[in-house]
């Protein structure tokens, strides 16, 4: 089966087609991020009227690149949710466009069920059934929490952080350290051949603090980055030389390391409570380097499997939604006319 699939829940505007939920046979990408840089950060206003402009462009490139007609489209299959509203109808539509056009079924996608599909993406990515259960730790802009992940379509919750996501920690810290949008990858940049222990920052969450907040969730796996963010500001403040000297990449480093290990913490109390035989990590802060070496670190220590998602399957991208949707046992809303954007749409926990 061929899903074309759309992805606009932010700020990258993307289609792909994939087979079977495996095969990805095309996967067009169009970041906006230079429509953003200038305000540091994402408008959303801004965006969807640049997933307006693009969409169709997008669409027949993925098709194309593919290599199939429109008619060798089996379904078409898009996020309606979590993201930000006036960006997800503009993909939802679409392809509620196209499939009622080309007469086949349109699925909608859950974004961050998309996010821990794609460890099974890519010809050398393990099977879901070969590796379940496994605890995914999923980073990125938005979100930000530990999934125990039974098979495809069957997840808990762990534990989420009860304020700013770890991208989102990464971006505002670069912005504190005037280096620019978007602040995962410049603060990757910048930190290169820094000493991680020159500044200790947090790790996050204190003892005691926003206990209320994690609710049902385990408090002990959830994660608080604002703080360490606050310790920057105070940090640049009583040292400003640092932003025009040379021990930038220290701090860099010093912060990247401590959202890092604020991470791994909680990933390490996590396998140690539930029984599993891997871990895996999604999301666009998966991409970092010094990251998956800790990761590496980690699993090694607990003799743990680990699986990552490919780079270009981190950060948004619509192969990991079209996957999703053509993959046995995927949660997807089926037809419909009644499908709408859902941006609050949680996680489906069975
Ligand atoms: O998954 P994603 O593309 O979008 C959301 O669903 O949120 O993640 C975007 C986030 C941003 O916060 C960005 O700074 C971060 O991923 N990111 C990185 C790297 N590349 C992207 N963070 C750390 N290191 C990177 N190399
Ligand atoms: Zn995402």
């Not at 270009?312 to 009644?338: Q, S």
Request: one cysteine or more.
């Amino acid at each position: 089966m061929n899903v074309l699939g759309i992805e606009t829940s932010c700020d990258e505007t993307s289609a792909a087609v994939v087979r079977d939920g495996r095969t990805v046979l095309s996967n067009v990408v169009f970041t906006q991020v230079a429509r953003h840089r200038p305000y540091g950060g994402v408008v959303p206003e801004i965006a969807s009227r640049c997933h307006v402009e693009e969409i169709a462009g997008i669409v027949r490139q993925a098709v194309q690149d593919a290599g199939l007609t429109w008619e060798q489209i089996d379904a078409v299959a898009a996020t309606y949710g979590p993201g930000l509203a006036s960006s997800l109808l503009v993909g939802l539509s679409a392809a509620k466009a196209l499939a009622l056009r080309l007469g086949k079924p349109l699925l909608g996608v859950n974004h961050v069920e998309a996010h821990l599909y794609s460890l099974f993406l890519g010809s050398d990515a393990p099977s879901p059934d070969s590796i379940a259960p496994l605890i995914v730790l999923m980073v990125s802009g938005g979100h930000t929490g530990l999934v125990r992940v039974a098979k495809v379509g069957s997840y808990k919750l762990l534990g989420q952080t009860l304020d700013d996501a770890a991208g989102e920690a990464l971006d505002k810290g670069a912005n504190l350290l005037k280096l620019g949008y978007p602040g995962g990858p410049a603060i990757e940049k910048a930190a290169a051949g820094g000493d991680p222990a020159h500044v200790k920052f947090p790790r996050g969450l204190r003892r005691g603090a926003s206990g209320e907040l994690a609710g049902d969730l385990d408090r002990d796996l959830c994660f608080s980055f604002s703080g360490l963010k606050t310790s920057l500001l105070y940090y640049l403040k009583d040292h400003p030389e640092v932003l025009v000297n040379g021990a930038l990449k220290d701090v860099a480093a010093s912060y990247q390391e401590a959202v890092f290990d604020a991470l791994l913490a909680r990933l390490r109390r996590a396998v140690e409570r539930y029984r599993v035989s891997a871990v895996g990590c999604v999301g666009g802060v998966a991409r970092n380097g010094r990251l998956r070496e800790k990761l590496e670190r980690m699993s090694g220590e607990y003799g743990l499997r680990l699986v990552l998602a490919r780079p270009e399957f981190c950060t948004d991208n619509a192969a990991m939604i079209a996957a999703l949707a053509g993959a046995p046992g995927g949660v997807v809303r089926t037809a419909t006319d009644d499908l709408d954007v859902q941006p609050d749409l949680v996680l489906g926990v069975p």
